[in-house]
């Protein structure tokens, strides 16, 4: 059982910087992959970004390639998404979500993840 929280989100201008913050309960933390997606009303959730059990990212989305980092810190129980040079196209609600897995896969397809958080807002304004 892993229960996921986001944090982080606010209102930024174009250009600005948020470090989103997603943090775990659970015994078995250490064995998920972590997957960050972001959807807007009306449209499929869209996958971002995912770090594996030992700390290796996959690609970024085409969209935030360059801008976008993900990192995790075990002992903390914490992944963070830290999202640069903000774009107003950017202005989604921003979930974690965590598969438990064996090896070192990193699952990038929404319906792969086992457990989600409530998401945060994340605002960009022109």
């Known amino acids: 059982q892993v229960q996921l929280v986001e944090s982080g989100g606010g209102l930024v201008q174009a250009g600005g910087s948020l470090r989103l913050s997603c943090t775990a309960s659970g015994r078995t933390f250490s064995r998920c992959a972590i997957g960050w997606f972001r959807q807007t009303p009306g449209n499929e959730r869209e996958f971002v970004g995912s770090?594996?059990?030992?700390?290796?990212?996959?690609p970024l989305a085409d969209s935030v390639k360059g801008r976008f980092t993900i990192s995790r810190d075990n002992a903390k129980k914490t992944v963070y998404l830290q999202m640069n040079n903000l774009k107003p196209e950017d202005t989604a609600v921003y979930y974690c979500?965590?598969?438990?897995?064996?090896?070192?896969?990193?699952?990038?397809?929404?319906?792969?993840?086992?457990?989600w958080g409530q998401g945060t807002q994340v605002t960009v304004s022109s």
């Open positions: 979500a965590a598969k438990e897995v064996i090896m070192t896969v990193v699952p990038t397809l929404s319906s792969d993840y086992d457990y």
């Open positions: 770090i594996s059990r030992g700390g290796n990212t996959t």
